[in-house]
């Protein structure tokens, strides 16, 4: 369980993760070195998993968000799930329950672009039985996990 004093500096990270450790301790009432202390237990403990820019993918060109709905044969899920960790265009995969058992976001710079990758890449690499894809179409919010 972490403490008041951790909540805080978690909180401070989020807002900025670049935030130098002086600014940190003054914040939160603590010594450079104990914020130091802090942060290590909070990395080794898990509650810290990485510390990352995170960018804009429309400036990099990709400008199609697609949530890829995938049905999978059962008796080659482990085998699937290994080839799409694979596949660069996907950000994020998720199994799930219900008719779909993976769900997966992928950037692509266009529409023609996406087209070519379920045609050419999706369809014919990974055992697919059933598939939806959805185009998103705008952000309305897009947020992380926040203490």
Request: proline content about 3%; overall charge positive.
């Amino acid at each position: 369980m972490v403490s008041k004093k951790d909540m805080m500096i978690l909180s401070i990270l989020q807002k900025g993760a670049r935030t130098p450790v002086s600014e940190i301790a003054k914040h939160v009432g603590l010594s450079e070195n104990g914020v130091r202390y802090r942060l290590e237990k909070l990395e080794e403990g898990g509650y810290i998993r990485n510390y990352v820019a995170l960018l804009n993918p429309k400036k990099f060109g990709k400008n199609t968000f697609a949530i890829f709905n995938l049905e999978m044969e059962p008796k080659k899920m482990k085998e699937s799930i290994h080839k799409l960790k694979m596949i660069s265009e996907f950000i994020r995969i998720y199994q799930t329950t219900g008719q779909y058992s993976i769900k997966a976001f992928g950037l692509f710079d266009d529409e023609e672009e996406l087209t070519d990758f379920i045609n050419g890449k999706l369809l014919s690499e990974i055992p697919v039985q059933n598939y939806s894809i959805e185009i998103i179409t705008k952000n309305i919010k897009d947020g992380i996990y926040n203490v």
